[in-house]
């Protein structure tokens, strides 16, 4: 069973930058899956913010397009989420997983907070 293991969360002014690194272990097929980065604010649900095929193709939403980008390295087992010219609303606890999210259990993620 693949599990994930985030890191790199922090108190960040607005404007300032993060860059966020998941790590996925228990997997032999981890090059064949889309795997994505989720945030969850506090009272609110779950969201999608940048997702990344096995191609390499990524897409993010429009809240975060132009300011996050994502990456992976198959050899590593890898995903990374750069976060630039973050906004107080970007904060929430950030989860890397499958896409979708089925079949793998959710990791403890990592706390981003924007201050204003």
């Known amino acids: 069973q693949v599990r994930f293991a985030e890191s790199g969360g922090g108190l960040v002014q607005a404007g300032g930058s993060l860059r966020l690194s998941c790590a996925a272990s228990?997997?032999?097929?981890?090059?064949?899956?889309?795997i994505g980065w989720y945030r969850q604010a506090p009272g609110k649900q779950r969201e999608l913010v940048a997702r990344?095929?096995?191609?390499?193709?990524?897409d993010y939403p429009d809240s975060v397009k132009g300011r996050f980008t994502i990456s992976r390295d198959n050899g590593k087992n890898t995903v990374t989420l750069q976060m630039n010219s973050l906004k107080p609303e970007d904060t929430a606890v950030y989860y890397c997983?499958?896409?979708?999210?089925?079949?793998?259990?959710w990791g403890q993620g990592t706390q981003v907070t924007v201050s204003s």
């Open positions: 997983n499958r896409w979708p999210p089925v079949g793998s259990p």
């Open positions: 228990g997997s032999t097929s981890f090059s064949n899956n889309a």
């Open positions: 990344i095929f096995s191609s390499g193709t990524a």
